[in-house]
Antibody, heavy 119, light 110 residues
Framework: QVQLVQSGAEVKKPGSSVKVSCKASGGTFSSSAINWVRQAPGQGLEWMGSIIPIIDIANYAQKFQGRVTITADESTSTVSMELSSLRSDDTAVFYC????????????WGQGTMVTVSS | QSALTQPASVSGSPGQSITISCTGT?????????VSWYQQHPGKAPKLMIYEVSNRPSGVSSRFSGSKSGNTASLTISGLQADDEADYYC??????????FGTGTKVTVL
C-alpha cells in the first residue's frame, strides 16, 4: 500500500515562498493524480490544485492561480507544491492526497505539513 | 468556486442515526456522481469514508452510507458511536475540472 510522506514544518516570512514535498513510499504514483489541500487553523478543507505525474499536467483552483505551482519528479516519486507571495493568512496545514483507480476521491493522504507565515 | 454548504454541527446519542447534508449547484454536486465524504479527527489527516456518492472503501463500516438527490448529497451515520465524533467534509468535482469541499460539519455524540 502506497503511503504519502510529506516534508517537515516550515516557518516563512511574509512575501516569501514555500515548497512542500510529497513522496510516495512503498510504490509509485502510477497514473494517479496528486492533489494539494489547505487547512487553515480551525478552518475547513480547501482544494488548491492537482497534477498527474505521468503526463505532467497540473490544474489549479482559480483562487490560487498565479501563486501556486505543482510539479512532479517521477524518478523520485515526489510531487511538490510551491506557494509564493506568502501572507499571514496562508498559515495552514497543507496536505497532499492521491486519487486512484480512476476514482475522483482522495483515498490516500499525507500526514500534513504545517506552514507558519510570520514576520 | 464557492464551498458546498453543510450544517455547522449535528449531534446525536449513541445508537441513533444522523444525516449530514451537502448542498451545491448544478455545476458540481448536481452534475456529477463524484461526491465523496471525509472524516477528520482533531490533529489528523482526513479519511475517505464514501466515494462516488454511495460507495464505501474497503475497511469503512457499513454504518456509513451516502446518497444524492439533485444538488444535495447526504451522509448518514447509523448506530452512532463515540468514535464517530469528528468533523465531516463532503467534496465534489466541478464543471471546471476542479474540486470543491464543503464547509464542514462537526458531529457530536451526546
Amino acid at each position: 500500500q502506497v503511503q504519502l510522506v510529506q516534508s517537515g514544518a516550515e516557518v516563512k516570512k511574509p512575501g516569501s515562498s514555500v515548497k512542500v514535498s510529497c513522496k510516495a513510499s512503498g510504490g509509485t504514483f502510477s497514473s494517479s493524480a496528486i492533489n494539494w489541500v489547505r487547512q487553515a487553523p480551525g478552518q475547513g478543507l480547501e482544494w488548491m490544485g492537482s497534477i498527474i505525474p505521468i503526463i505532467d499536467i497540473a490544474n489549479y483552483a482559480q483562487k490560487f492561480q498565479g501563486r501556486v505551482t505543482i510539479t512532479a519528479d517521477e524518478s523520485t516519486s515526489t510531487v511538490s507544491m510551491e506557494l509564493s507571495s506568502l501572507r499571514s493568512d496562508d498559515t495552514a496545514v497543507f496536505y497532499c492526497a492521491r486519487e486512484s483507480g480512476g476514482i475522483e476521491a482522495f483515498g490516500i493522504w499525507g500526514q500534513g505539513t504545517m506552514v507558519t507565515v510570520s514576520s | 468556486q464557492s464551498a458546498l454548504t453543510q450544517p455547522a454541527s449535528v449531534s446525536g446519542s449513541p445508537g441513533q442515526s444522523i444525516t449530514i447534508s451537502c448542498t451545491g449547484t448544478s455545476s458540481d454536486v448536481g452534475a456529477y456522481n463524484s461526491v465523496s465524504w471525509y472524516q477528520q479527527h482533531p490533529g489528523k489527516a482526513p479519511k475517505l469514508m464514501i466515494y462516488e456518492v454511495s460507495n464505501r472503501p474497503s475497511g469503512v463500516s457499513s454504518r456509513f452510507s451516502g446518497s444524492k438527490s439533485g444538488n444535495t448529497a447526504s451522509l448518514t451515520i447509523s448506530g452512532l458511536q463515540a468514535d464517530d465524533e469528528a468533523d465531516y467534509y463532503c467534496s465534489s468535482s466541478t464543471s471546471s475540472s476542479t474540486y470543491v469541499f464543503g464547509t464542514g460539519t462537526k458531529v457530536t455524540v451526546l
